[in-house]
């Protein structure tokens, strides 16, 4: 059976646009299909813009989260008319079913591992097909090479921020239980594991070199991440993931990390207000994001930070504060994020009577789709934009680029020289990167303009 599943992206250009790392879910469901003898496509709107028209299929499968569900919809409703069985999946469709059904023969709610084969070879009932228990830690490797489209990347700057990138996740889900967050209401409050060894293989079976981690906290269990260190020491790997603060508490696991080849941390330190940390569930302090940054650096490893403003708790002063912390602590790249109210978290009930839209396309952490209580829903908007710009100022790619250079030429002189060519690469890698954030901020504008909200 030809099976084709599309991974959308939204109706215009955004700002997610500029990443064309493909999310697992896709691959991992197709890789399913194909060892049971299925013909499988993957076509990823990340890269290029799909014509249902032109694509011939027994089934189409579309995975929703809520800024592409506008899209996705699109996409399932050309199929249909031809009459095409269709199947969507993914957070959108988990949280929203009936309204997905209205798009879609078959609505697979949470992980799809143990449903898309029923689905797919008409063992699966019309309608919604219930949550099935997945065992995460003997999911197949995935074949990305079912991407028929994943090789498109046009552009100098997009080819400089894409750099040849593998993905691949070591665990799924999470132990915390943040207010804005649809992980752990999507996989539940629990944490599962894919064995080193596994892992190990999948490294080498892809030949990688570069590799970002797609766990939601990747070193959640310490231990388990020191021994997963050492199998990573000598394979020459660079690698990025995502953690929280707590990973700042051992130093020596840090340092260990470095060793191993991380890079990249991306750490959710959501705001520097302790009342908003503490509306949000979020189980961190101050204290906390400063010790896992100094530890971080003293270890040799970059901080992403990633933040979310509009609180009840927050106040223009915010972003202020926010940047004066940036600062204060040197992190290296950061993310300022519009409060979202993605429909199956806790925000997204507490917030209900002060949703304004339900335009899914509007909720990708640049619009505000609520009445925020402290500022107009245009202030936060312009707010997160205008602090983004203000961090990513030349001035920025100045200090950091002279302080690399200085790493670089103390590490040269002291006969360390992979370290020397290291920091010397990743002072290269941050001036690209202020290029690439001043040009999706200006896009960000430019989205902001154009969407009436």
């Known amino acids: 059976m030809k099976v084709v599943l599309i991974e959308p992206s939204t109706k215009g250009s955004d700002v997610y646009g500029f990443f064309?790392?493909?999310?697992?879910?896709?691959?991992?469901?197709?890789?399913?299909?194909k060892q049971a003898g299925h013909d499988v496509q993957i076509y990823n709107e990340r890269y290029s813009r799909v014509n249902p028209e032109k694509i011939e299929a027994d089934i189409v499968g579309v995975s929703l989260l809520t800024r592409t569900a506008p899209r996705g919809y699109e996409i399932l409703d050309s199929f249909r008319e031809r009459g095409i069985r269709t199947m969507a999946g993914g957070f959108h469709a988990t949280f929203m079913p009936e309204e997905a059904l209205e798009h879609a023969d078959y609505v697979c709610?949470?992980?799809?591992?143990?449903?898309?084969?029923?689905?797919?070879?008409?063992?699966a009932e019309r309608g919604i097909v219930e949550k099935r228990e997945v065992d995460f830690a003997n999911n197949p490797i995935p074949d990305f090479s079912l991407i028929v489209n994943g090789q498109e990347n046009k552009g100098l700057l997009s080819r400089l921020i894409n750099t040849p990138l593998y993905s691949m996740a070591t665990s799924r889900g999470c132990m915390g239980n943040c207010d804005f967050c649809s992980v752990t209401q999507m996989f539940g409050r629990r944490y599962r594991t894919v064995p080193i060894d596994r892992v190990v293989e999948e490294i080498d079976r892809g030949g990688a070199t570069n590799i970002f981690f797609y766990d939601d906290n990747f070193a959640l269990k310490k231990k388990r991440t020191a021994e997963m260190m050492k199998e990573f020491y000598g394979r020459n790997i660079t690698w990025s993931a995502q953690a929280d603060v707590h990973v700042g508490d051992d130093l020596e696991l840090l340092k260990s990390m470095y060793k191993a080849g991380c890079n990249y941390l991306y750490i959710g330190l959501e705001s520097v207000n302790p009342k908003t940390l503490k509306s949000y569930r979020k189980g961190q302090r101050i204290e906390d994001m400063?010790?896992?940054?100094?530890?971080?650096?003293?270890?040799?490893?970059?901080?992403?930070g990633m933040f979310v403003i509009g609180s009840d708790d927050d106040s223009p002063e915010t972003i202020a504060e926010t940047?004066?912390?940036?600062?204060?602590?040197?992190?290296?790249?950061?993310?300022?994020?519009v409060l979202t109210p993605l429909p199956g978290t806790i925000t997204y009930a507490r917030l209900s009577d002060r949703i304004v839209t339900r335009n899914w396309s509007l909720y990708d952490g640049h619009h505000a789709v609520f009445?925020?209580?402290?500022?107009?829903?245009?202030?936060?908007?312009e707010m997160t934009l205008k602090g983004m710009k203000k961090f990513y100022s030349w001035g920025r790619d100045i200090e950091a680029g002279m302080r690399g250079a200085s790493d670089s030429f103390a590490n040269l002189f002291s006969g360390r020289y992979s370290e020397a060519r290291k920091r010397g690469g990743e002072t290269l890698t941050n001036f690209i990167t202020g290029i690439g954030a001043r040009k999706m901020i200006k896009t960000g504008w430019e989205m902001l303009k154009r969407d009436k909200n």
């Open 20 to 33: 064309k790392l493909p999310l697992l879910g896709l691959p991992i469901l197709g890789t399913i299909l």
């Open 109 to 123: 709610l949470g992980e799809g591992e143990n449903s898309v084969l029923d689905i797919v070879e008409g063992r």
């Open 290 to 304: 400063e010790r896992c940054i100094k530890n971080a650096h003293k270890a040799g490893i970059r901080i992403h």
């Open 323 to 337: 940047l004066r912390f940036c600062r204060r602590n040197h992190i290296e790249t950061v993310q300022f994020l």
């Open 371 to 381: 009445t925020p209580k402290n500022f107009t829903r245009k202030e936060l908007q």
